[in-house]
């Protein structure tokens, strides 16, 4: 079984800034890419930004030149570094991964953490 654990959400003024982390744990003998996705009330939940094994990262047009994205292979953890926040950021924040176990590939994740940014 594999398990996705964020952490570092909460509420923050605009312009401030939050660090969000996501530890993969389980038995895994791979993890590929791993992103951090969003969904605000009422909408659909959308790709923030993505990392590959390789250290290749993508970002959504919204974010770019604000977030950051960075993973530590030793630890299974992914990062999203948020700097500048805007009230249009306030969503729930969710981790996903691409993970290969023994018994194959497939795609988990986390529970999701808040993210509030006040105007």
């Known amino acids: 079984q594999v398990q996705l654990v964020e952490s570092g959400g909460g509420l923050v003024q605009a312009g401030g800034s939050l660090r969000l982390s996501c530890a993969a744990s389980?038995?895994?003998?791979?993890?590929?890419?791993m992103g951090w996705y969003r969904q605000a009330p009422g909408k659909q939940r959308e790709l923030v930004a993505d990392?590959?094994?390789?250290?290749?990262?993508n970002y959504a047009d919204s974010v770019k030149g604000r977030f950051t994205i960075s993973r530590d292979n030793a630890k299974n953890t992914v990062y999203l570094q948020m700097n500048n926040l805007k009230p249009e950021d306030t969503a729930v924040y969710y981790c996903?991964?691409?993970?290969?176990?023994?018994?194959?590939?497939?795609?988990?994740w986390g529970q999701g953490t808040q993210v509030t940014v006040s105007s």
């Open positions: 990392i590959t094994s390789r250290g290749n990262t």
């Open positions: 389980g038995m895994i003998f791979m993890i590929n890419t």
């Open positions: 996903a991964a691409d993970i290969t176990l023994l018994a194959g590939t497939g795609d988990y």
